[in-house]
């Protein structure tokens, strides 16, 4: 299966691969195989209503080898559109997808990100990757990374952490720092690592580390995953989900149906 057999769906500017997850972990697995590496890019509405203000993170977006949406209400609009996607894909799940196709090869990851190192527990991305091991018998993990704050801003402690990853050699790196401070990372890593494929995940991370609780799949079924989000970390999420997130979902919504 070829990304060029999927001919995107456009939402607001950005092209959405109508893709579903398994057929993801497919065409990753494939190119692996091939020697083709390549990025996977995962815009919820949030990330869509950025891009939408800004160029640079709107071809970050349609420069991913494949952009899927992470998002119900991405899903909605496309359908209300003529055009609809298949399915939501997240990347929440996708990490775990992925980890488990690309255990079947005999492959590797390196997970950049998480949370630090606190009271006497290893950092988030180390904690992560242990699970994701003992998940899925047959995955190697390259190595973890939990990265200081800023770290991108600093020449020669960039330069060590990439020169770490490099060196791992994985077949895909799951890097989730948050947009659009991942996908920048991941241009600057694809320069050593041509051949491996990439995925910016966002708080999938402390998702599978344990430090952050998913919604139930009836939450991520219904498109009301934010609703639990919020309910988790209301003060560092309420001011983005209802005053500027829900607003510009509707409108989407609205142009859509128009259409």
């Given at each position: 299966m070829s990304i060029e057999a999927f001919e995107r769906v456009r939402l607001d500017g950005t092209g959405f691969d109508p893709i579903t997850e398994g057929e993801v972990v497919a065409v990753v697995r494939e190119a692996i195989a091939a020697g083709r590496g390549g990025r996977i890019s995962t815009p919820n509405i949030d990330i869509l209503r950025q891009a939408r203000r800004d160029d640079g993170a709107r071809a970050y977006l349609n420069s991913a080898d494949l952009t899927v949406a992470d998002g119900m209400p991405l899903v909605w609009a496309s359908r209300l559109s003529g055009t609809p996607l298949p399915e939501r894909v997240a990347g929440s799940s996708l990490i775990r997808s992925l980890s488990a196709g690309l255990a079947r090869d005999g492959?590797?990851?390196?997970?950049?990100?998480?949370?630090?190192?606190?009271?006497?527990?290893?950092?988030?991305?180390?904690?992560?990757?242990?699970?994701?091991?003992?998940?899925?018998?047959?995955?190697?993990?390259?190595?973890?990374?939990?990265?200081?704050?800023?770290?991108?801003?600093?020449?020669?402690?960039?330069?060590?952490?990439?020169?770490?990853?490099?060196?791992?050699?994985?077949?895909?790196?799951?890097?989730?720092?948050?947009?659009?401070?991942?996908?920048?990372?991941?241009?600057?890593?694809?320069?050593?690592?041509?051949?491996?494929w990439f995925m910016g995940c966002g708080a999938a991370v402390n998702f599978v580390a344990g430090d952050v609780d998913r919604?139930?799949?009836?939450?991520?079924?219904?498109?009301?995953?934010?609703?639990?989000?919020?309910?988790?970390?209301?003060k560092r999420l309420a001011g983005r989900y209802l005053k500027h997130d829900a607003p510009y979902a509707l409108r989407l919504l609205a142009q859509a149906s128009r259409r």
């Open positions: 492959r590797s990851i390196f997970i950049l990100g998480g949370r630090p190192a606190a009271d006497g527990r290893r950092d988030g991305a180390a904690r992560a990757g242990e699970r994701l091991a003992a998940d899925h018998p047959g995955l190697t993990i390259a190595g973890t990374l939990c990265p200081p704050h800023g770290f991108e801003n600093h020449a020669k402690t960039y330069a060590r952490q990439r020169a770490t990853i490099a060196k791992s050699d994985p077949d895909l790196v799951f890097v989730g720092l948050g947009f659009p401070k991942q996908e920048a990372v991941i241009d600057r890593l694809r320069e050593v690592l041509p051949r491996a919604a139930p799949r009836w939450m991520q079924r219904t498109g009301l995953e934010w609703a639990h989000r919020l309910g988790t970390e209301p």
